[in-house]
Structures are given as C-alpha cells and as structure tokens.
C-alpha cells in the first residue's frame, strides 16, 4: 500500500473538483466520500445530487476562514492531499475496509490525533476500486496548525502495520534515502515531448556516469557541461564552489527558460557536500591518461582493487564508503566494456544506485583504492582481453554480493533489494563474458593424464567443493588453467586454496567458472623462483666483472611437462 502525500496546496474547491470530477482518462467511477472528520451532516456531491462542491469545500474550509479573519493572516498552503492505493494483485477493499484505513492514516498523520476532538476536517474519498484519496484542510477547530512534521514517515510506518492486517502485500520500510518519484507532471512532459525518462533520471544518469571520471566537484561540473548539460553553479563571494543546479537540454519553462534542478532534488547522495566528500578525498595524482600502463593493467588493477571491499566492511563508515566506490565501478566498467555487455551492466549501474546509499555516513577516504580503479578505469582509451574482463566481472559479482549480505545485516530492506537485482545483472554479463574464454581454454586441455592429478590437486585444495568443481562442464578449461599456471612456477594446489580463501564457493552456481576467472587473474605473471633469481645474480655479477651484457634467459618448460612428472613421481 502507498500512501503519497502531495505537496500543500490552497484550492479546496479545486481539489475537489478533480476528486468528483470523471478524471484525465475517464477513469473515475461513482465518487463518494468514505469516512471524514464528521459525517454527520457532511455534504457529499457523490451520494446527495442537492449538495455541491462549494458547500463541501466551504465545509472543510470553515476553520481555516475562522483563523484568517481572526488572526488577520491569511493561510494559503492548507490543502493536505494524499492518496492511497493498493497494489494490483490486491483483493478490493469495502467502503468500510477503506474508511478505517483513511482514519488510521489520517491519525498517523497528525491530522486528526485519536482521542482530539479539536483536529483538522477531512474526507477520504473514493472514485476507484483500488485507492482513495484523503483530503485535509490543515488548519484545527481551535485555530492551530497541526504538527506534519515526518509524517511521511510516520503515515509509511502506519501503511507497512495495515498490510499486515488486511493481508495486503507488503512492502519494505523506507529509509528516506530513496530518491523522489517523477511526478505526474513530470511524466506527463516527457511523453509530450517523447522522452524515455523525465528530466530528473535522465540527470541522474549522466551526474552518475561522470563521477568516475571526476576528481573533484569542478571537474564534475565542467564533464557535464562538455556532454551538453546545462550547469548552474552558486559560488560565494571568493569564487568558491558552493553548489550546483543542472538542467535538461529542452527542458524548459512556460517563459522558454531553461529549468534547473539542484543535485539534491535529483537523487539524495547526489547534493553538492555529499559529491564534494565523495570526490576531494583522494590524494592528488598524476592523470591517468599521462600514465604508460599496458593495455589490461586498468582492467586488473580493478580486479585487484576489489579484494580491499571485503576488508574493509568491518567498519560501517568504511563498508558504505566501499560500496558507494563499487557503484562507481560499475558505472565504469559498463561505459568501458564490449557492445554486447553495454545492457546488462548499464542495468547493473542503474539498480546499484539505490544500493549505494544509506543512512550511515561514508568515511570516503576509506575507499581511496576503489574509487581510483574506477577513476583509471573510466579514463583507459584501451578495451580489456577476454580473460581480464571476465575476471573483472566475476569479481563485480562477488563483491556485489558481499554488499547484499552487509545491507541485509544491517536491515537495509530496499538496498538489500537493489543489490540483488544488480547481482542478477553482472551475473548474466559475466556468463556470456567468460563463455569464449572457457570455450577457448576447453579445447587445449591437458592430456587424461595430467587432468588426474589436477583432479587430485582440486581433492586435496578443496575437498568441499571437489564433486561439483569436477562435474562442472567448465573442468577441462579449469584444468588448462591450471597447467598453464603450473608452466608458470605456480602451484596449484596452493592457487585452489587461495581462490577458494577469497570466493566462498557454496553459492557459486558453477564454481568452475569461478575459479577458472580467479585463478586466471592471479597467475597471469609468472612465479618467483628464489632459486633461479639467486642464479641470475650470480651470473649478473660474474658477466659485468668481464665487461659483457647480460641477457636472463627464459623458462622453456612446458605446463604440461610438469604435470606429468608430478603424475610419475607419484
């Protein structure tokens, strides 16, 4: 059940005339007022064909004219309005189902106190089977105005407690950290003019698409501006930044003038000190694009930068700090990722952003790692290898889930939500990233020999998980995997474990897949040998004292040479 409570207006007469009248669609049917603050002697247009929308309106008005001839100053804004409406796979409420629902509403409210004899008029009419709509005029029999402050809230928690009584569906308690719905005014604009969204989402697309490109609160406003937005900021007398407007090109006014919204009327965590804390933590840098990466590095660095999220949510400042940073590099990944993967991880970025924000404050700099993997991220001019996005995105999964996880124990119903519709999004971006590469690996299997003391490997590192691993349609790629780590000097036995260590595998569908991304990231390079790296300084030092030039010879083993000779030893 939603109960929307509209902004204060001041046309009585005229509210009741949309209330009574056949609607914008023709869809009001029969309106009749259901409960109100007296029905005794109330007049109602929609059941007494001889009363009439001025005597209700004169009615409800009467406190409010008593008060301004008394007071002498007149009360403009004391239209309260808010309707209510159940959801779709809802049974149809009675009339008398509904006159109790208003009147508990309206006392949660602060219209009309139980037990107050002195509260505000009101009606809950009803012109439809699924909602009514309650009416108040906000001014007391003794003159006063009622308390409304929080009563969002308070009429939110008085929704989720008759849910539950009526057996309607229930819906998750807010937090007030959920950005504003569009209005109908809004909605009905950006179908005039042929608009996807309205003006206020499509803004929060872009102002969250920019951020990980910006350092700081005027390298954001100056990216939005380069993509076309119109940017007003407030600058105080020193020419500092103190806020920010932005608007819509197209969108404007009956003048012709362009509208602006402020960030905060856009999205909560999008106001002027919250990006400012969010993008000035960091310490200065040199700027990506100077840098001499090679081509993957931004794409494992990421990867990398990942592993500090599941650290640091032990703190919960450092925890909402790492989760906010995720959604920046989500947002990063999907500007920078292949066209085929552009849908799936544009949903992610859009559905984590409810995910990102809650009512625990962010300790930012926490997050310094994170936010500049997003930062290098957005800013590489170089596309990533199949492996390396792969990886990349199995890890966005399993960080995505740590932060499901963190909100559901913090009861963060709604992020909870968001996270786990975002998980439903990477995951399926991650399938189809990673099937070329298992396909790929899959065809340069090691021998049936070499496979079986892998397999062995895969017993002894991960006895929990060896069936499934081993059953996995994804083992062969696995075991190539692993052979070519092997040729790389690294153990595989000790690369099971510590995949396993850093990716619990329970909930992994396929966890073949997953320690094929995982294991792929960490042995790319290959191992120290403390051996042969003693040997080669020896040379070193033998070769410089006769005046030649050294040149360090390369390993020529192949992976599953050595695969075999474990098998034989055995």
């Known amino acids: 059940m939603i109960a929307a409570i509209k902004p204060?207006?001041?046309?009585?007469?005229?509210?009741?005339?949309y209330l009574?009248?056949?609607g914008r669609h023709d869809e009001h049917t029969a309106p009749h007022i259901v409960a109100g603050f007296a029905m005794l002697g109330m007049p109602d247009p929609g059941r007494d064909p001889d009363a009439t929308l001025s005597q209700l309106a004169r009615h409800l008005d009467e406190a409010v004219h008593l008060r301004n001839s008394e007071f002498g100053k007149k009360v403009s804004d004391h239209v309260w309005h808010c309707p209510v409406r159940t959801a779709p796979e809802d049974r149809r409420l009675s009339d008398t189902e509904w006159a109790e629902i208003a009147e508990r509403i309206v006392e949660a409210a602060g219209i009309a106190p139980p037990g107050d004899d002195l509260g505000c008029r009101w009606i809950a009419v009803r012109h439809a089977d699924d909602h009514i709509h309650i009416l108040a005029t906000t001014v007391r029999e003794d003159g006063r105005r009622p308390r409304l402050h929080d009563s969002g809230i308070r009429v939110g928690d008085a929704c989720r407690q008759i849910e539950k009584d009526y057996g309607l569906r229930q819906l998750k308690k807010g937090d007030r950290t959920a950005g504003r719905r569009p209005t109908q005014a809004e909605r009905h604009k950006a179908q005039r003019l042929g608009w996807e969204q309205t003006s206020r989402d499509w803004l929060q697309d872009r102002i969250r698409a920019a951020i990980p490109h910006a350092g700081s609160a005027e390298e954001l406003l100056?990216?939005?501006?380069?993509m076309g937005i119109a940017v007003k900021p407030r600058r105080g007398p020193s020419g500092d930044l103190l806020g920010y407007a932005v608007g819509r090109p197209g969108d404007l006014n009956k003048d012709g003038e362009q509208i602006f919204h402020p960030g905060g009327k856009i999205a909560p965590d999008l106001t002027f000190p919250k990006l400012k804390a969010r993008l000035e933590t960091t310490v200065?840098?040199?700027?990506?694009?100077?840098?001499r990466d090679q081509p993957a590095a931004p794409w494992h660095q990421a990867t990398d930068a990942l592993e500090t999220l599941q650290a640091g949510m032990a703190d919960e400042t450092h925890a909402q700090a790492h989760i906010t940073a995720l959604g920046d590099l989500i947002e990063a990944t999907a500007q920078k990722a292949p066209t085929h993967l552009h849908a799936e991880l544009r949903a992610a970025s859009r559905t984590f952003a409810r995910a990102q924000r809650s009512q625990i404050r962010a300790e930012n700099q926490a997050a310094h790692t994170l936010r500049k993997a997003a930062r290098d991220l957005a800013h590489t001019a170089t596309g990533p290898d199949g492996s390396a996005l792969a990886t990349l995105l199995a890890a966005l999964v399993w960080a995505t889930i740590v932060a499901a996880r963190w909100h559901e124990a913090k009861n963060h119903a709604h992020q909870t939500e968001a996270a786990r519709q975002t998980l439903d999004h990477l995951q399926s971006a991650a399938d189809r990233a990673l099937t070329p590469v298992v396909g790929s690996l899959a065809t340069r299997q090691p021998n049936d020999q070499a496979r079986r003391t892998l397999a062995h490997d895969v017993r002894a590192a991960v006895p929990d998980h060896a069936d499934r691993i081993l059953s996995d349609p994804a083992w062969p790629a696995l075991a190539t995997v692993l052979a070519d780590a092997e040729g790389g000097g690294h153990k595989p036995h000790q690369l099971l474990k510590d995949a396993a260590a850093q990716r619990e595998l329970t909930t992994a569908r396929q966890p073949a897949r997953v320690l094929i991304a995982r294991?792929?990231?960490?042995?790319?390079?290959?191992?120290?040998?403390?051996?042969?790296?003693?040997?080669?300084?020896?040379?070193?030092?033998?070769?410089?004292?006769?005046?030649?030039?050294?040149?360090n010879p390369q390993p020529t083993t192949a992976p599953a040479t050595l695969t075999e000779q474990r098998h034989r030893k055995r």
């Open 519 to 551: 294991i792929q990231h960490t042995s790319r390079n290959p191992a120290p040998n403390p051996r042969a790296e003693a040997a080669r300084r020896r040379s070193t030092m033998a070769l410089a004292l006769r005046g030649h030039q050294v040149r």
């Open 8 to 17: 204060a207006g001041s046309n009585t007469r005229g509210l009741l005339a």
């Open 20 to 22: 009574y009248g056949p």
């Open 284 to 291: 200065p840098e040199e700027h990506p694009t100077a840098r």
């Open 222 to 226: 100056a990216y939005l501006e380069a």
